[in-house]
């Protein structure tokens, strides 16, 4: 279907849980949060929790549910249900990959299941475009790339593992507004870690057009590849820890969209 970008939280998630919205949502619901999801077992809850805390830029923990209740605090995504509400899951057990992606996961959700809510920096991408820096996934209408790096989390109980990136290119004359536009927005992911081509190196990308999560990137002559932390990290320590039980993800590039307006999370 031809999806408009503009449609309200409420109907994003009416519209995933309906099967009429299956694709990315870069670009979607301008001026609201966007939210990774991981969905754990309730005994490793303290332990994410802390790995959140412990590395808040990678992992800025917007919110978590109840155990066993697939809403949310009031205000959040209300009416909204964690197993139908995102575009697309990704689903491991005992710390391997079971379902590349899947629709919903209502038959997955255990009694225990607690849903844990990380900043995107989707979030923030309607601010770059507001600002003349046009970002270059929406326009070519494909999913941003993703890079699984070398640089390490610090490490929280049973998890451990290193930090996923996204990127989007820009001219080398305009990394510092980009970094300006996207600061105030840390609790999704706020300003770049690292921009250059040297920045390859020192995050460990073999090869830029080979993303592990996402499509490949378009970058054009004079630019240079930004990159901030990426949600999809919790995923990668998922399958770096090893942990027992089900543990479900969002689809890299498939969100949840929530009630909150981005000057509700700005950082002052």
């Not at 299956?22 to 301008?30: E, F, K, V």
């Not at 697939?70 to 249900?81: H, I, R």
């Not at 844990?116 to 209408?141: K, W």
Request: glycine share 8%; hydrophobic share 40%; charged share 25%.
């Amino acid at each position: 279907m031809t999806y408009s970008l503009s449609p309200s939280p409420a109907e994003v998630r009416e519209h995933a849980r309906s099967g009429k919205l299956r694709g990315h949502t870069s670009g979607m619901c301008p001026g609201h949060v966007q939210a990774n999801v991981l969905i754990l077992p309730a005994q490793y809850a303290a332990d994410f929790r802390r790995l959140c805390v412990r590395n808040p830029v990678s992992c800025p923990l917007l919110a978590e549910s109840v155990p066993g209740n697939k809403g949310f605090p009031d205000g959040v995504a209300d009416g909204g249900d964690i197993t139908t509400d995102v575009p697309g899951y990704k689903v491991y057990r005992d710390g391997k990959v079971v379902e590349e992606e899947v629709a919903d996961v209502r038959a997955y959700w255990q009694e225990d299941s607690v849903a844990f809510l990380i900043g995107c920096s989707f979030t923030f991408e309607d601010a770059l475009e507001d600002s003349g820096l046009r970002v270059r996934h929406i326009e070519e209408r494909r999913n941003v790339p993703m890079y699984a790096t070398r640089i390490p989390l610090m490490p929280s109980g049973v998890f451990s593992g290193n930090t996923v990136v996204s990127m989007r290119p820009y001219s080398a004359e305009n990394v510092e507004r980009v970094r300006a536009v996207t600061r105030p927005y840390v609790r999704t992911h706020g300003e770049p870690i690292a921009w250059g081509w040297d920045a390859l190196d020192k995050l460990g990308i073999a090869d830029i057009n080979r993303p592990e999560y996402g499509d490949a990137p378009v970058i054009r002559d004079g630019e240079v590849p930004v990159f901030w932390a990426c949600g999809v990290t919790p995923q990668l320590v998922v399958l770096n820890s090893n942990i027992e039980g089900v543990v479900i993800g969002h689809a890299p590039g498939k969100m949840l969209c929530l009630d909150w307006r981005v000057e509700d999370i700005l950082a002052e």
